[in-house]
């Protein structure tokens, strides 16, 4: 374990002390003195020396003296400590300085700022470097919980739970189904879910589903009372049908009387009639599809002709390029051909005579690059006379495909202007033999068809009263079937809730065990003391908590002296858990009268004391006063 304990404390002008030096050289101590001498101001200081805050882990208050109720200028606040951390003695240094600017056309220096200087073994730091050395020996959170004897039980309680749990370790599913075989199936019930969000999601399933059963009685009543009323009729919708056709037939036959031959005959001069429109109509087709087959052939053709004249188009251009490429070709030859050695046969760089072998050479090279020059330029004129040899070529050969294709575009053409026309065949005089036999049969007597009218308008009435009473069947034989789904659904839902609640019984079932063995478990680590882990809620759930108990009371409810003895056990367990042991400052010391002392941990009881007007520091026996 890591031991930090204070051998001395040194401040000056902090808070409300002018001076003291604080030597406890590791031990545990009492400091004494009236309410007001600044015994609390030992363990603000100490903690604003270490995290800039004072022992309530605040780090916006007075830090300087006060007088009048103002602070007191052109002063420094110093604090100093002397720490042992293991085997390792370190000096901490921190001053509160104030930084005082004259401004421009002032005489005068004004306070500007507060300025804070930090040291460690003498070394000054700046404050990164400085918070670095320190969390090093013990980071802030961990340095309150191991020397406040208030910081834990004031922190809220998930904190505290979790510091708990850190300290005994958690319960987990497994370890509680292990010692619960009557939960062995939870696990494949949970899924993905931890326990807790399982049953806040399947009471909320089950609260949906309880309100859908409380509605389905209501709806089924309201499907009843929606089933409308069947009529009575006596006869079926098909033998109605089955008359009212006899009765159609019989008035038509009434009607046609001694006419009904030359209805007849119109009905098979109508079939002719009907023949001769659809052969013509198929003569038009088929005289359209070879004609647009005649206008196909001769608008791809033109296609094909514009195709060309554009290619030939380029192939016209390509010549007119390689013409003009030609031409400059010819005029590089006349220009190559016409050149002469020009030099005087002195060297260029001495103006000696070159030797009359050097002279020959330096012809000899003349002639050969103006040789190998021409044959480039006959090569090159060569090569673009058989490109455009092969451009004629190409040209040709289109010119010639539009000839062809012309030659097919007049003879479309010509079929075209030379098709033959199509006869149709004429309806006329079938049309006039159906006007002279239906005037006939209009000239014939109307017979007396009344009563036969009125039983046909019965037959009609009575068929549209079936199909409405085939309606309302149909309208009943839905709402049974609505009301068979509905009573179905009750009996699934009535399922479901009863499933709903074995998993709740289960989650609960699980939480209680695992209430049971977690508390055990700290109180395992935390004994004499225990903690309240869980508490029972109205609706009969059990939520989560943390609240230190002894004897069974809450920590709310103990005595400031009990407060302060169950504070200091924490931090006993808590610094054993750590492996890290502080000074811890115990306030309102004067409450305690438990036997309280350990010796895992220096303590410096500060205790009010009436009548003791300046710090006292006991130890031994021994009296020390500031």
């Known amino acids: 374990m890591k031991q930090i304990t204070l051998l001395q404390l040194t401040l000056r002008n902090f808070k409300g002390i002018k001076s003291f030096r604080f030597e406890?050289?590791?031990?545990s101590v009492t400091v004494a003195g009236a309410n007001g001498t600044g015994k609390t101001s030992l363990a603000d200081g100490l903690n604003w020396l270490l995290f800039d805050k004072d022992?309530?882990?605040v780090s916006d208050f007075q830090i300087k003296p006060l007088k009048e109720g103002k602070e007191v200028h052109n002063i420094e606040t110093v604090v100093t400590a002397r720490l042992m951390v293991g085997d390792e003695p370190t000096i901490l240094g921190k001053e509160y300085k104030e930084v005082w600017t004259k401004r421009r056309g002032s005489q005068k220096k004004e306070f500007d700022r507060n300025t804070t200087e930090y040291s460690i073994d003498g070394v000054p730091l700046k404050k990164g470097e400085y918070e670095q050395r320190i969390a090093a020996i013990c980071d802030d959170t961990t340095f309150r919980l191991l020397t406040s004897i208030t910081h834990f039980n004031a922190m809220h309680w998930q904190d505290r739970r979790q510091v708990v749990l850190e300290v005994c370790g958690d319960i987990s599913l497994k370890d509680v189904v292990a010692k619960h075989p009557d939960l062995k199936l939870l696990p494949g019930i949970l899924g993905k879910h931890g326990v807790e969000d399982f049953l806040k999601m399947t009471k909320s399933q089950r609260k949906e589903a309880n309100k859908r059963?409380?509605?389905?009685?209501?709806?089924?009543?309201?499907?009843?009372?929606?089933?409308?009323e069947l009529p009575g009729l006596t006869m079926g919708l098909d033998h109605l049908r089955k008359d009212l056709k006899a009765a159609q037939d019989k008035r038509a036959a009434m009607l046609a009387g001694d006419t009904k031959h030359l209805r007849?005959?119109?009905a098979a001069i109508e079939q002719e009639k009907k023949a001769i429109q659809d052969r013509n109509e198929q003569a038009m087709r088929k005289d359209g599809e070879a004609k647009a087959a005649i206008e196909h052939d001769r608008d791809k053709f033109l296609a094909d002709i514009d195709a060309n004249n554009r290619a030939i188009d380029d192939l016209d251009a390509e010549t007119d390029r390689i013409e003009e490429k030609l031409k400059t070709l010819r005029e590089e030859y006349r220009t190559i051909s016409a050149e002469q050695w020009q030099g005087d046969g002195?060297?260029?760089t001495c103006g000696q005579a070159l030797p009359e072998s050097m002279l020959e050479q330096a012809i000899a090279n003349f002639n050969n690059s103006k040789a190998e020059r021409k044959a480039k330029n006959q090569e090159q004129g060569k090569a673009l006379a058989q490109k455009n040899k092969e451009i004629d070529q190409n040209r040709s050969g289109l010119a010639d495909k539009n000839a062809y294709l012309e030659q097919a575009v007049a003879e479309r053409n010509r079929q075209l202007e030379h098709r033959p026309g199509i006869e149709l065949e004429s309806p006329a005089l079938i049309i006039s033999q159906i006007s002279e036999i239906q005037e006939k049969?209009?000239?014939?007597?109307?017979?007396?068809?009344e009563l036969i009218d009125e039983e046909i308008k019965r037959l009609e009435n009575n068929i549209k009263e079936a199909e409405k009473r085939k309606t309302i069947i149909e309208q009943i034989e839905n709402t049974d079937k609505r009301i068979k789904e509905l009573e179905t659904e009750q009996k699934d839902l009535a399922a479901l809730i009863e499933l709903y609640d074995k998993r709740i019984y289960m989650c609960?079932?699980?939480?209680k065990a695992r209430v049971s063995m977690l508390e055990s478990l700290v109180a395992d680590k935390f004994a004499p003391y225990s903690f309240r882990m869980f508490e029972q809620q109205i609706n009969g759930g059990i939520s989560d908590t943390c609240e230190l108990l002894m004897n069974g009371k809450p920590y709310?409810?103990?005595?400031?002296?009990?407060k302060i003895a169950a504070g200091l056990h924490v931090i006993e367990v808590l610094s054993e858990h750590y492996g890290i042991s502080a000074p811890v400052f115990v306030d309102n010391a004067e409450s305690i009268t438990l036997p309280i002392r350990t010796d895992r941990f220096q303590q410096i009881f500060l205790k009010a004391e009436d009548g003791q007007p300046e710090l006292v520091v006991r130890k031994d026996q021994e009296e020390v006063t500031a």
Do not use: F, M
């Not at 406890?24 to 031990?27: N, T």
């Not at 409380?214 to 089924?220: F, S």
């Not at 049969?441 to 068809?449: E, H, K, Q, R, Y």
């Not at 709310?556 to 009990?562: D, F, L, R, V, Y």
């Open 24 to 27: 406890p050289q590791g031990r």
């Open 55 to 57: 022992s309530h882990g």
């Open 213 to 228: 059963l409380e509605e389905l009685p209501v709806r089924i009543d309201e499907a009843e009372k929606s089933k409308p």
């Open 264 to 266: 007849d005959q119109i």
């Open 346 to 348: 002195n060297c260029s």
């Open 441 to 449: 049969i209009d000239s014939a007597a109307t017979p007396d068809t």
């Open 508 to 511: 609960e079932e699980y939480t």
């Open 556 to 562: 709310s409810a103990i005595s400031t002296g009990e």
